[in-house]
């Protein structure tokens, strides 16, 4: 699913120009009060300070993210973006977990081109829970805060001088410090996340 949504981004990045046509001369980027909903497939990458082996795992998730205009090529949004694995486990083999890690970010778009090729950068907050089996029939749950960093690319495809469709890859990169479980605790925990996503923006 990630590799499909990667391939489609890049067919749209392509064919833009041409689907584009008159509206994309007309207005080109994002103005004054902008708003962005998305969502789509990821893949998240988990180490932690003496666990035997990374785990890694694809889930779904999304992002919202609300803004305003610094320049005509600069725009600054706060964006909240949840991502969910249903296959985790701190221990080698053990995928009947689940995690779930939520990030709010200021975030800063550039669009350097007259196209609609945007690069995102951001840094904020992030947090996560963890569901991890320690039975047959039971379960512990803990919660990890911490710090994110996240880095991007899209692209927006106006449809109207209102709306568009946005494509969008970015990695987030989030700290969780120590996750502390009933019998344990987890030292360190990072997780990458990388996601892509095909939203709408209000312009």
């Known amino acids: 699913m990630t590799r499909a949504l990667a391939r489609a981004f890049a067919a749209l990045a392509i064919a833009a120009p041409l ?42 998730g999304g992002f919202l993210r609300v803004g305003g205009t610094i320049t005509q090529r600069a725009f600054i949004g706060l964006e909240t973006f ?13 995928t009947s977990g689940v995690a779930a890690t939520g990030t709010l970010a200021v975030v800063l778009l550039w669009f350097p081109w007259r196209s609609g090729v945007f690069f995102k950068g951001g840094v904020g907050a992030a947090g996560g829970d963890f569901i991890v ?16 960093m996240t880095l991007g690319v899209g692209f927006d495809l106006p449809i109207s001088r209102k709306f568009a469709i946005t494509a969008n ?18 030292d360190d925990v990072i997780a990458t996340i990388y996601h892509a996503d095909i939203g709408l923006t209000w312009r």
């Open 19 to 60: 689907l584009a046509g008159p509206a994309c001369a007309q207005r080109r980027h994002r103005s004054g009060l902008w708003a962005e909903v998305a969502s789509g497939q990821g893949f998240v990458r988990v180490v932690c300070a003496g666990c035997e082996e990374i785990s890694t795992a694809a889930g779904p």
């Open 82 to 94: 949840g991502f969910t694995d249903e296959s985790f486990g701190f221990d080698p083999g053990d």
């Open 133 to 148: 089996s320690s039975g047959p029939s039971q379960a512990d749950t803990a919660a990890g805060w911490g710090a994110v």
């Open 169 to 186: 890859a970015a990695a987030f990169i989030t700290a969780m410090g120590d996750v502390v479980l009933p019998t344990r605790t987890v």
